[in-house]
């Protein structure tokens, strides 16, 4: 847990390597049932090199990068996201980030999650700490 | 594809310009509960112990478990129909009229989600039982792009509880393409 945060701030580096596992659980855990997320074959009739992560799972293991440094009592406002590049099984994601503001318990985080070919996600995530009583 | 612009396509797109989107409203097959909260936390990992941990999540500011924000879009998704999956389209189910299958059916039948922003008012509970209400906000004109020929489409959906309060809302966008073989 991060226990004062100030514009500058770098997260930690968090890598994920991408298996066809984490990309097919994360797409039915969260109700993505488009082929292009489990079925190989049917991704590259529709010009992908293979089955590629969902938009949704992005989204989480974007959320879960900033709560695993900002810690449990963090809560999101806003989590907004770019694709580039798909997430594809055998490459790794890493994802990087910085503080961008701090103020008042508001915290805006700048950050990418990139592979070894380009930015797979850009985006930025705001969320706001319990401000301590008596604290400016 | 080197085709000009089809306008009276691009005409018939911006029809859809405002309108509810598919089976807008709906509403989510379950409430929100652990289960899918477990299956979620498994699948990603996700340890924050707010999400399924009743003792820390008591201690911390949320007071009782919460769902992990980034499953809002996932209580309101449909259910699938497995076998055929809208005939290898990917649909969960048929689909009605919509900017999507007019371009579907028009030759741009791959999808790539491009952005998505978020925005929560509240986290939710296991029992919030959600509401979406989706609407189309534009629709570009035919671009080229990396993939292929292809049109933006934007959405705006507002996720409201049983009580009608706003939780949560989103903007998504996706290129609808002709896939390049």
């Known amino acids: ?34 082929p292009v997320h489990h079925d190989r074959g049917y991704a590259i009739e529709q010009g992908a090199p293979d089955i590629f992560m969902n938009i949704l799972t992005t989204t989480g293991y974007v959320s879960r990068y900033v709560t695993d440094w900002a810690g449990p009592d963090a809560m999101l406002q806003k989590i907004a996201i770019r694709l580039g590049v798909p997430a594809l099984p055998g490459t790794t994601l890493r994802f990087s980030g910085r503080v961008v503001s701090a103020e008042a318990g508001v915290v805006e985080i700048e950050l990418r999650g990139a592979t070894d070919i380009g930015d797979h996600v850009t985006g930025t995530v705001v969320f706001t700490l319990p401000v301590a009583p008596g604290a400016p | ?48 112990p707010v999400y399924l941990d009743e003792e820390a999540a008591a201690r911390s500011r949320f007071g009782t478990v919460v769902a992990p924000p980034a499953m809002l879009q996932t209580w309101t998704m449909a259910r699938p129909t497995i076998q055929g999956l809208a005939e290898r389209g990917g649909a969960p189910g048929p689909l009605g009229p919509s900017a999507l299958t007019m371009l579907d059916q028009a030759g741009y039948t791959a999808t790539r989600a ?67 073989r």
């Open chain 2, 114 to 180: 491009t952005n998505s922003e978020l925005e929560f008012e509240r986290y939710l509970r296991p029992g919030d039982r959600l509401h979406s209400a989706t609407v189309v906000e534009s629709i570009s004109d035919e671009k080229r792009t990396a993939l292929g020929a292809g049109y933006f489409v934007t959405w705006v959906t507002t996720y409201t509880d049983t009580e009608g309060g706003v939780v949560g809302r989103q903007r998504f966008r996706v290129l609808k393409f002709r896939p390049a």
């Open chain 1, 1 to 34: 847990m991060t226990t004062s945060i100030s514009a500058g701030d770098e997260l930690p580096v968090f890598e994920l390597p991408l298996t066809a596992s984490v990309i097919v659980a994360g797409a039915i855990a969260s109700r993505d049932f488009m």
């Open chain 2, 1 to 48: 594809m080197t085709a000009e612009p089809d306008t009276a396509l691009r005409a018939r797109l911006e029809a859809f310009v405002g309108q509810p989107m598919g089976a807008s409203p709906s509403v989510a097959p379950d409430p929100v509960n652990i289960a899918m909260i477990r299956h979620w936390v498994d699948a990603l990992d996700d340890r924050n």
